[in-house]
C-alpha cells in the first residue's frame, strides 16, 4: 500500500518540529488493496475511487461527488447512534463496494491527508474530517473525557475511532488549509487550538486547559487542547475558532 | 490554415500564445485526465488576457481570481451587482431589464442586473476559493448554467432563464415544502447575433467530461457548474442497502439525491458541493427514478 506523496521533493520541517503533510501532486494515483485511488485538483481536490469487486470503501454520506450507476451503496451499523447524534456526528456512514468507481470531496479549500495504516494501529480524528476508510478498517468513536472538553473544548464531545486489527487499511481525511504533523515523544506536551486539531495517534492524550488571561479585573475563557505523547498529531492551518468560553 | 482547436473552449484558437487567446487556458500542458475520463479544468494563468470584441479581460490571482475588464467604446460587459470589486469613475454603470423579477427573488436569484458599458476598466469578482472558467460561444450556441455560477457575460450574449424541473416535495399535508436540489432556475446564456464571451465562477476545482449519445452519469445536483443543452437531466434517487439500525434511525436519513445526465455533451462539475439539507419521507417529486440496493 502507497500514500501517493512525491518522493522528490525535500520533508518541510518548520524550526519547531512541524512537518508539512506532503500536497499530492494532481492525478496521484496509489493502490490500496486490488483498488486504486486517484487524487484530481489542488484547491478542493477530489478522491475518485477505482474499486476492484473484493473491496469496499465508507464514508459520510453527504460525501459523495459522483458515481457510476452500478456500484452497489449499503449502510454501515454504527454503535451509539444516538449518542452520535446528540455529539453531532453522522451517525449514517454509507459504504460503497466494488467493482466501480466513485469519488469523493469535502467542500472547503484544503488538502487530502491519506494514511495507510498497518495492523494494530488506533488513530483518532476530530469530527466531519474524514473523507473515507477501506473496508478493512474498524470504525468507532470515542468522548473526549472531561466535561471542559465538552463545554469549552470546541472540538465536540466525539472523535472518529480507526482501528486496523490484523490487516492494513487505508484512511483519507481532509484538513482545511494546510495539514501539518509533530511527532511527540513520551510525555512531551503542546497546546493546540481545537479548531485545529485534525488527528492524532490513540497513545496521545488530549484534555481541554484553561488559559488564565486576565484584562484588569476582567476574566477572559480561553481553552486550549492540551496534547500529551507519545505520538503523531496532526493540525490544519483553517479552522474555526473556538477560543471564547463565555 | 489554422487547425488548432482550444481543448477546454472547443474553438478554433492560437496554439503559438502561452495561453488560448479566447478562454486563458494553457496551451503548453498536458490533459490532466482521470482514470474515469474526467478532465480538469486548467486554472486560468495569473495575468493571461482574454480577447473579446475589441475588448480584453484579464485574470488576474490564482485563488480567488479577479477578472478585470478594459472594455472599448461601444462594448459592454452585464454581471450581478454583488461582484463589482472596483471600476473607473469613466465606465457608464445602468440596470439591465430583467423580466420575472418577483419570480427570481422568491427562486433566490440575483434581482439586479448591471450592465457596464466602455469605454473603461472594471473589475468582477466571487467570493469563494475557486476558478474563472471562461466559454466563448459561437454564433447561436446556448449553454446551460447552474444559478450563482454566472460571473459575466458580453453584451451580445443573451440572457435567460429556465425552470429546471428537479424538484421534490416533503412534509405532511398541513405544512409541505418543495426543494428543488438544483436549483429553481437555471440560467440559460446563448450567443444570438454574433459569438460572445461568458464567464463563470465555480468553487473549488472544475473538472470537463464529454458524455456520448446515451452515456449516463450519477452526480451531486449542487456540484453541476454548466452542461450542454444537449445533455438531459433528471432526478434520481437511491438508497442504501438497511444493514440494520438503531430504532431512532430515520430510513430517509441515509438516502442519496442525486441527478442524473444523460448525454451526448458535455458537462462540468466542481468539487465543492452543499449537503443535502432535508431527510424527511419524499411526498410527490418531478420525473425521478429510483434505486434501492
Known amino acids: 500500500m502507497t500514500c501517493g506523496a512525491p518522493l522528490d521533493v525535500r520533508d518541510k520541517v518548520s524550526d519547531s518540529g512541524w512537518r508539512e503533510a506532503p500536497r499530492l501532486k494532481d492525478m496521484t494515483e496509489f493502490r490500496f488493496s486490488a483498488s486504486t485511488c486517484q487524487v484530481e485538483g489542488e484547491l478542493v481536490p477530489v478522491a475518485e475511487i477505482t474499486l476492484s469487486p473484493q473491496d469496499a470503501v465508507y464514508f459520510e454520506h453527504h460525501l459523495l461527488l459522483w458515481k457510476d450507476e452500478s456500484v452497489p451503496l449499503s449502510s454501515l451499523k454504527t454503535a451509539g447512534g444516538m449518542k452520535r447524534t446528540i455529539g453531532g456526528m453522522p451517525h449514517i456512514v454509507t459504504v460503497a463496494n466494488g467493482p466501480g468507481r466513485i469519488a469523493f470531496s469535502r467542500d472547503s479549500p484544503g488538502e487530502l491527508v491519506v494514511l495507510p495504516l498497518h495492523p494494530g494501529m488506533e488513530l483518532d480524528v476530530r469530527e466531519h474530517a474524514f473523507l473515507l476508510a477501506s473496508h478493512s478498517i474498524q470504525y468507532s468513536f470515542v468522548r473526549i473525557k472531561g466535561l471542559a472538553n465538552m463545554l469549552h473544548g470546541g472540538s465536540g464531545m466525539f472523535m472518529d475511532r480507526f482501528i486496523t486489527a490484523q490487516y492494513p487499511g487505508l484512511l483519507m481525511l481532509h484538513g482545511n488549509g494546510n495539514v501539518l504533523e509533530r511527532t511527540l515523544r513520551p510525555g512531551e506536551k503542546i497546546l493546540v487550538e481545537p479548531g485545529g486539531f485534525l488527528y492524532k495517534d490513540s497513545t496521545v492524550n488530549m484534555q481541554a486547559v484553561q488559559m488564565p488571561l486576565k484584562t484588569g479585573f476582567v476574566k477572559h475563557s480561553m481553552y486550549l487542547a492540551e496534547m500529551t505523547g507519545p505520538g503523531r498529531v496532526g493540525i490544519q492551518s483553517m479552522y474555526v475558532h473556538h477560543g471564547a468560553g463565555e | ?293
Not at chain 2, 478562454?23 to 480577447?51: E, F, L
Not at chain 2, 443573451?158 to 415544502?177: K, P
Not at chain 2, 430515520?250 to 431527510?279: C, T
Open chain 2, 1 to 293: 490554415m489554422n487547425t488548432y482547436v482550444c481543448r477546454y473552449c472547443r474553438q478554433p484558437s492560437d496554439p503559438s500564445q502561452p495561453t488560448c487567446p479566447l478562454c486563458g487556458a494553457p496551451v503548453d500542458i498536458r490533459d490532466n485526465v482521470s482514470d474515469s475520463g474526467w478532465v480538469q479544468q486548467p486554472p486560468v494563468r495569473d495575468m493571461a488576457r482574454i480577447q473579446f470584441g475589441q475588448s480584453h479581460c484579464q485574470i488576474a490571482g490564482t485563488t480567488v481570481p479577479i477578472a478585470e475588464f478594459n472594455l472599448a467604446q461601444q462594448e459592454m460587459v452585464y454581471f450581478s451587482h454583488h461582484v463589482l470589486l472596483w471600476a473607473d469613475p469613466a465606465t457608464r454603470m445602468q440596470n439591465m431589464s430583467m423580466r420575472g423579477g418577483w419570480k427570481r427573488m422568491m427562486a433566490g436569484m440575483p434581482l439586479i442586473m448591471v450592465e457596464a458599458h466602455g469605454p473603461g476598466h472594471i473589475a468582477l469578482s466571487d467570493n469563494h476559493a475557486g476558478e474563472v472558467i471562461a466559454l466563448p460561444l459561437q454564433h447561436g450556441q446556448s449553454i446551460w448554467v447552474k444559478e450563482h455560477r454566472f460571473l459575466t457575460a458580453t453584451g451580445n450574449i443573451r440572457y435567460d432563464w429556465n425552470s429546471n424541473d428537479i424538484w421534490y416535495v416533503t412534509g405532511d399535508d398541513n405544512d409541505q415544502e418543495t426543494h428543488y436540489p438544483m436549483g429553481q432556475f437555471g440560467d440559460v446564456f446563448t450567443a444570438a447575433e454574433r459569438p460572445g464571451l461568458l464567464l463563470l465562477h465555480a468553487p473549488g476545482n472544475v473538472f470537463i467530461r464529454d458524455l456520448k449519445q446515451g452515456e449516463s452519469l450519477l452526480v451531486q445536483p449542487t456540484s453541476l457548474v454548466y452542461r450542454d443543452i444537449s445533455v438531459r437531466v433528471h432526478l434520481h434517487l437511491e438508497y442504501p442497502r438497511n444493514m440494520g439500525f438503531a430504532f431512532w434511525s430515520n430510513r430517509h436519513d441515509y438516502r442519496n439525491i442525486l441527478v442524473r445526465l444523460i448525454g451526448p455533451g458535455r458537462v462540468a462539475v466542481q468539487s465543492v458541493f452543499e449537503r443535502p439539507e432535508d431527510m424527511e419521507m419524499i411526498r410527490n417529486h418531478s420525473y425521478a427514478t429510483r434505486h434501492r440496493w
